[in-house]
Nanobody
Framework: QVHMVESGGGLVQPGGSLRVSCDVS????????MAWFRQVPGKPREFVAT????????FYKDSVKGRFTISRDNAKNTVYLQMNNLKPEDTAVYYC????????????????WGQGTQVTVTT
């Protein structure tokens, strides 16, 4: 069975940094595009960043470009999202997702999801 487990969320002040991680098992990790999405109550799940299976291509939501960096370690079956200069509007539950052989930004095109980790940015 596929398991995807996020960690690293927490409470941080505006301007601070966090790195969230997603540990993956049960699939051939090096063949899957990985992505991060986020969601706040009452709003649709929102694309944040994606990284191709080989790590050679990344793409970001405009509002996080230059602040967030997605990376992966295929030897560890782990994907990361480094979040710098965090803003209150970054507050959300952050989810990792996996898609085989494509690099989508729509949540409907991702096959597997983690349970999410809460990131709260506040004074």
């Amino acid at each position: 069975q596929v398991h995807m487990v996020e960690s690293g969320g927490g409470l941080v002040q505006p301007g601070g940094s966090l790195r969230v991680s997603c540990d993956v098992s049960g699939l051939t990790f090096s063949t899957y595009t990985m992505a991060w999405f986020r969601q706040v109550p009452g709003k649709p799940r929102e694309f944040v960043a994606t990284i191709r299976w080989d790590g050679e291509y990344t793409f970001y939501k405009d509002s996080v470009k230059g602040r967030f960096t997605i990376s992966r370690d295929n030897a560890k079956n782990t994907v990361y999202l480094q979040m710098n200069n965090l803003k209150p509007e970054d507050t959300a539950v952050y989810y990792c997702a996996a898609a085989a052989h494509i690099v989508p930004t729509s949540p409907s095109l991702y096959e597997y999801w983690g349970q999410g980790t809460q990131v709260t940015v506040t004074t």
